[in-house]
Nanobody
Framework: QVQLVESGGGLVQPGGSLRLSCAAS????????MGWYRQAPGKQRELVAT???????NYGDSVKGRFTISRDNAKSTVYLQMNSLKPEDTAVYYC??????????WGQGTQVTVSS
């Protein structure tokens, strides 16, 4: 339905910052609800943050106050600004796009590792 290409993952020290980007290949990006999810080894995939097509945001409890999700409809891109990173933030981060009343699409995932 929509292709999602992620970038910005990598290795960062505790307390550091990263900004993830997810570019969507769709002409109707502004219609989609967007989100970031993550999955650590041996754990279930969990919600990180979502942003609706009208700009409302929601965050998982573990990242509130540290992460910020935003979108640029002109660029068909959603961002995740990650500050004050902790080792427990280490996971594969997935971008998600969901059209209202439709199925979601997933990106390939990008590794974020927080370690000294």
């Amino acid at each position: 339905q929509v292709q999602l290409v992620e970038s910005g993952g990598g290795l960062v020290q505790p307390g550091g910052s990263l900004r993830l980007s997810c570019a969507a290949s769709t002409s109707i990006f502004s219609i989609y609800h967007m989100g970031w999810y993550r999955q650590a080894p041996g754990k279930q995939r969990e919600l990180v943050a979502t942003i609706t097509n009208d700009g409302r945001t929601n965050y998982g409890d573990s990242v509130k106050g540290r992460f910020t999700i935003s979108r640029d409809n002109a660029k068909s891109t959603v961002y995740l600004q990650m500050n004050s990173l902790k080792p427990e933030d280490t996971a594969v981060y997935y971008c998600n796009a969901q059209r209202p009343a439709g199925l979601g699409s997933w990106g390939q995932g990008t590794q974020v590792t927080v370690s000294s």
